[in-house]
C-alpha cells in the first residue's frame, strides 16, 4: 500500500503533497487554471483509497461534464476501473438526477 501512495505523490510539488495527504476532514483547494487543482484533487482521492477508505463512501461533484470525465478517467488510472466505477462521481446535476 506504501508503494500505492508513493506513486500517487510522485510528480507533485511540497504544497500539493501537503494537500492530497490531509486525509481528515475537507480541504479547500484554489488556484488559478492550469495550476494543478484536478491533479490534487484527483491524487487525494486515490490517496484516501490507497488507504482504506471505502469507494463507495465518496461523493464527487464537478461542474462540467468535461470535469467529470477527466477526473473519472483520471482515477481509474490511478486506483484501476473496478474500485473507480464504485465513486459516486460527476457533475453536481448528473449526480442530483440520480439521487432524484
Do not use: W
Not at 495527504?21 to 484516501?48: E, F, H, N, W
Not at 463512501?57 to 470535469?67: C, I
Not at 483520471?74 to 457533475?91: E, Y
Request: aromatic share 4%; charged share 20%; net charge positive.
Amino acid at each position: 500500500m506504501e508503494k500505492v501512495k508513493a506513486a500517487i505523490l510522485e510528480g507533485l510539488n511540497e504544497e500539493q503533497k501537503l494537500a492530497v495527504q490531509c486525509t481528515d476532514g475537507p480541504v479547500l483547494i484554489i488556484g488559478g487554471a492550469g495550476s494543478g487543482k484536478t491533479r490534487v484533487l484527483t491524487s487525494r482521492l486515490a490517496y484516501m483509497l490507497a488507504g482504506g477508505v471505502a469507494p463507495e463512501s465518496v461523493l464527487v461533484l464537478t461542474f462540467t461534464k468535461k470535469a467529470a470525465s477527466e477526473m473519472k478517467e483520471r482515477i481509474a488510472a490511478m486506483v484501476g476501473p473496478r474500485t473507480a466505477r464504485k465513486v459516486v462521481m460527476g457533475t453536481f446535476h448528473s449526480v442530483f438526477v440520480r439521487f432524484l
